[in-house]
């Protein structure tokens, strides 16, 4: 028979290295949850504002009215605004009835607006706007901007709205700048 060797265990020097090792990754994964977490709050943030935009763009050319959204600035809230006898169109299964609030919602927690603008004018940063869908689900060229509401923050996320194709875009900058649209003319497209 072998015998057994006397050494059991692990040694001090062992335990010190893995201790070590766990500590270094533990550090990556709470500076890399430190950048996903304010990236998840915008990007759901973004994401609700494009369905809401989406749906109200399609009720206006359902229904041949005007439908907006409501954006507080200084609040940091919207709020659905539907023709006065208007209401909602139930689906099949009731689903978009019961996902549009019509009061005021607040943004996502630790988000807020940024300012508004419609492209060639100047952006605001207070007040309420509304962005208006006409009878066409048309409405003018202009971005939403906000951002993660945390010291030293430099993230602001764009939302471009296109008016006359119905399509919005999301712009993402770490680095505290305003995505600027810049207005296709005519000439443009010689």
Do not use: C
């Not at 759901?44 to 954006?71: H, V």
């Not at 009731?94 to 630790?110: K, R, S, V, Y």
């Not at 409405?139 to 509401?149: L, N, P, S, V």
């Not at 010291?151 to 505290?176: A, M, Y």
């Amino acid at each position: 028979m072998q015998q057994r060797s006397s050494e059991a265990g692990f040694t001090l020097l062992e335990i010190m290295v893995v201790i070590m090792v766990l500590g270094l990754v533990l550090r990556i994964v709470v500076v890399n949850m430190g950048a996903f977490i304010p990236n998840s709050a915008l990007d759901a943030q973004a994401n609700q504002l494009r369905f809401t935009l989406d749906y109200l763009r399609s009720e206006a050319k359902i229904q041949g009215k005007p439908y907006s959204l409501e954006l507080d600035l200084d609040k940091h809230r919207t709020r659905v605004i539907l023709p006065t006898e208007d209401k909602l169109v139930a689906t099949e299964d009731d689903t978009m009835e019961a996902n549009i609030e019509l009061g005021w919602q607040p943004l996502e927690e630790w988000v807020k607006f940024h300012g508004h603008g419609i492209w060639g004018r100047e952006i605001y940063k207070k007040n309420t706007i509304k962005v208006t869908f006409d009878e066409n689900g048309f409405t003018a060229d202009q971005t939403i901007y906000f951002e993660y509401d945390a010291p030293d923050n430099q993230r602001i996320w764009s939302l471009h709205i296109f008016g006359l194709n119905g399509t919005t875009t999301v712009v993402k900058s770490h680095v505290g700048k305003r995505d600027i649209y810049k207005i296709q003319t005519e000439a443009s497209f010689q």
